[in-house]
Nanobody, 125 residues
């Protein structure tokens, strides 16, 4: 059974970093494009970043360009989201989602088939 598990969330001060991980279980994550999404209270789920099966193409939301970096290690069945210079407005539950090749990734959540349970990121002083 396909399962995605996010980890790495937590509380951090503004300007600090976090690295989120999305691990695939029960399937080969390398055959899937993966997206990171976030949802803050009272707001719609929004796309943050996505990555294709072999590490490209990569997409970023304008709000995170230059601060966040998506990467993957297919040998470990994991996709990372490195978040630098975090801001209070980055506070949200972060989810990863996957869809099989030939899908190459997207920031549109409705295009994804499988989702993790989410990990909370809180940026506050």
């Amino acid at each position: 059974q396909l399962q995605l598990v996010e980890s790495g969330g937590g509380s951090v001060q503004p300007g600090g970093p976090l690295r989120l991980s999305c691990v695939g279980s029960g399937f080969t994550l390398g055959n899937y494009a993966v997206g990171w999404f976030r949802q803050a209270p009272g707001k719609e789920r929004e796309g943050v970043s996505s990555i294709g099966t072999n590490g490209g193409p990569k997409e970023y939301a304008d709000s995170v360009k230059g601060r966040f970096t998506i990467s993957r290690d297919n040998a470990k069945n994991v996709v990372y989201l490195r978040m630098n210079r975090l801001r209070p407005e980055d506070t949200a539950v972060y989810y990863c989602a996957a869809k099989a090749w030939p899908f190459t990734g997207s920031l549109n959540p409705i295009e994804y088939d499988d989702w993790g349970q989410g990990t909370q990121v809180t940026v506050s002083s």
